[in-house]
């Protein structure tokens, strides 16, 4: 324990116990006056504490899984030499498990009137914002035997942002959109196509794209090549209401649903379409609205950062009307919410067919794999009814589907790994059957 004052100065002389009160200096100098002579000259050499000056510099962001570097620059302004033991605190989630002692702890010396930087690496384990909390010096004297202790408080703010594990499948869904539109010699039509140039014919082209007035000017046959529509608008409505709280592995559907808005709008964005996100469950939690094209992720990316689910039930009536507000015109709407029965039918299909009537409606959910897993474990009586309930869970989640299918509504329904890649792909089927 740092020798703080009298009482911490008599307990290191073996006197008292901490916290107990001492009769006088002078009996207890009378035990061992050459240790106590050293103790309080060591104590009086050690640096001021209170007169320590910090900063802090470094990453002020970093993705769920990585590292962030924060370093801490220590002047000593003060005549005598800095001999400490630092603990630079953040929050228990800023570590992983077991890690907090070794990353946090440092041992320096500053000269006197010098600076020195130490680094603090933290990799934290949850979204949201780490803000560091008080810094703790320790002080020797040069023989080690007393020591000053105080506290500095100097904010610093990291946010940890979404993984977006899912970019890995971004690049396959280029591919596939520069297929439709017509960087390679693949034809496409739809009612929802524009015209992008001519070429000459090759055999399995349809003949209805000939285009005869071309082909009378020139010794080849000439045929149109069409391309999707760009410039449409996405709406991605994310529900962050109780039923984003459960967990399906390892993960929140809250976080599985942030993973596929990221890969959606990454491609979308490529893709020319303008996209907007609006978070809600009882109001709005967060939104990005009006962006660039290349501001559009990023800015996404930090409005989902510090997002957490709310134990409420989520107003479907006043979701479908924040999202008519933001989405004015003909728009895509991908809502991102649980199909789970009672919510559905109680709070999302009454109110469904004010968002069919205007726009095109894509409902993604995350479904739960380990159900899959209980229908096939009938090895047992426990199995045989839990292969039971499974089924039952299935047949449920196919028959609100079913329902929101009737409603015109494109339904998405897979685990959390293969939720992003299978939204994904819905959006590229609507956008090259021309329904955007």
Not at 188 to 215: C, K, M, N
Not at 404 to 421: I, K, S
Request: charged share 25%.
């Amino acid at each position: 324990m740092a020798l703080t004052g009298r009482t911490a100065l008599l307990a290191a002389l073996g006197a008292i116990p901490v916290g107990v009160f001492a009769p006088s200096w002078a009996g207890i100098l009378a035990v061992n006056a050459p240790l106590s002579v050293a103790i309080l000259c060591d104590y009086a050499l050690a640096a001021p504490v209170h007169r320590l000056r910090f900063t802090r510099s470094g990453d002020t962001s970093v993705r769920l899984g990585d590292s962030a570097d924060v370093q801490l620059t220590v002047t000593n302004p003060s005549s005598r030499r800095l001999r400490a033991h630092l603990r630079d605190a953040w929050p228990p989630s800023s570590w992983a498990p077991g890690t907090e002692q070794a990353a946090s702890r440092h041992k320096l010396t500053v000269p006197a009137g010098e600076r020195r930087r130490i680094s603090t690496m933290l990799r934290p384990t949850r979204r949201g914002d780490r803000h560091a909390e008080r810094i703790t010096v320790r002080s020797y004297g040069p023989l080690g035997l007393a020591a000053r202790q105080g506290n500095h408080t100097v904010p610093w703010t990291v946010r940890v942002l979404p993984p977006f594990t899912s970019r890995k499948h971004l690049p396959s869904r280029l591919a596939r959109l520069r297929e439709l539109d017509g960087r390679t010699s693949v034809l496409i039509r739809g009612q929802g196509t524009e015209f992008d140039s001519l070429r000459e014919y090759v055999p399995g082209d349809d003949t209805r794209s000939i285009d005869w007035r071309a082909t009378a000017r020139q010794n080849t046959v000439a045929v149109r090549t069409w391309r999707p529509e760009r410039d449409r608008h996405i709406l991605i409505v994310l529900d962050t209401g109780r039923t984003s709280a459960g967990r399906v592995g390892d993960v929140p559907r809250l976080d599985a649903a942030m993973d596929a808005a990221l890969l959606l709008t990454a491609l979308a964005t490529r893709a020319g379409d303008r996209v907007d996100l609006l978070a809600y469950d009882r109001r709005t939690r967060a939104q990005v609205q009006g962006r660039a094209a290349g501001e559009v992720l990023p800015a996404m990316v930090n409005a989902l950062a510090p997002l957490e689910p709310e134990l409420v039930e989520t107003d479907a009536r006043g979701l479908s009307a924040a999202a008519l507000k933001h989405a004015p015109r003909r728009s895509l709407v991908v809502l991102l919410t649980s199909l789970d029965a009672a919510p559905i039918e109680d709070g999302l299909l009454p109110v469904l067919p004010q968002l069919t009537q205007r726009h095109t409606v894509l409902l993604a959910s995350v479904a739960d794999p380990h159900v899959e897993e209980m229908t096939n474990d009938r090895g047992t009586l426990d199995g045989v009814y839990a292969a039971a309930a499974g089924t039952q869970a299935q047949s449920q989640r196919r028959r609100t589907a079913e329902q929101l299918q009737q409603h015109g509504v494109t339904v998405v329904d897979a685990t959390p790994e293969q939720l992003a890649p299978a939204l994904a792909d819905a959006y590229l089927a609507l956008k090259a059957a021309g329904r955007l």
